[in-house]
């Protein structure tokens, strides 16, 4: 099990702010992410950079030391991910390694995600974490609709308006996963979409509690509120 975590956007919403140094009780967020994938049973965690942010994740990183790998990259999330694949791929056959994926300015109540998401590749070819569409959405998050046994029917990018109440948070892959992942993808949710069209099983994971999009002020606020109490 690999960990991937894609921090190469450019904050826009935080005005280049790095949010995945964003405080939370405990350390920072890029931190709580890390720990909760090894926790999980990830081997290393790979994090996506860009030519401005490498030397600040590489300090960032540190504690973690022969454990976490950035991968210098490009524009789109898709891009990131791939660039990343073909890290570990020096180290681990990419044929037989499975994923967690996360976004390192999330972040949700609920202790198990990640171990969950691992357990259910067990199973699964992809399993996917759904939580209540987060307080303050501005249909920046993928939303899900999905049968009563967990068999993810849809993924809708960012609508304007919809009636569904789940988004999707976080991933977990096996390998077969990653031929649906396409460069010009701005995001893996389009890769989610494109495998449930040819009939890959993927599975919803729908968790109590809330999660937060902090890649906004409003949303981090948010954050803060709750988990600080």
């Not at 090894?38 to 504690?63: C, T």
């Not at 077969?176 to 040819?198: C, K, M, N, S, T």
């Not at 993927?202 to 890649?215: H, P, V």
Request: glycine residues 8%; proline residues 6%.
């Amino acid at each position: 099990m690999i960990g991937l975590l894609p921090a190469a956007g450019k904050a826009e919403r935080l005005y280049g702010l790095p949010k995945y140094l964003l405080p939370i009780p405990g350390g920072y967020l890029l931190k709580w992410h890390i720990e909760q994938m090894f926790a999980s049973g990830s081997k290393r965690v790979i994090i996506g950079a860009n030519k401005e942010n490498r030397e600040l994740i590489d300090l960032y990183a540190r504690p973690y030391d022969g454990f976490v790998y950035h991968a210098v990259i490009h524009d789109t999330m898709s891009q990131t991910l791939l660039a990343s694949r073909k890290m570990y791929s020096q180290r681990y056959d990419p044929e037989t390694t499975n994923i967690l994926f996360g976004m390192p300015d999330t972040y949700w109540t609920h202790p198990e995600v990640y171990r969950e998401l691992a357990h259910a590749l067990a199973s699964w070819s992809v399993a996917a974490a759904l939580f209540r569409k987060p307080p303050l959405w501005r249909s920046r998050v993928g939303i899900c609709d999905f049968y009563a046994d967990g068999k993810l029917t849809q993924v809708i990018d960012k609508p304007r308006e919809t009636d569904l109440e789940w988004a999707w948070i976080a991933l977990a892959w096996r390998p077969e996963f990653w031929q649906y992942i396409q460069p010009d993808d701005l995001h893996v949710g389009f890769a989610l979409q494109r495998a449930i069209e040819v009939g890959i099983d993927i599975r919803a994971l729908c968790f109590e509690g809330q999660s937060f999009d902090a890649g906004s002020l409003e949303g981090y606020y948010e954050l803060l509120k709750v988990i600080m109490g």
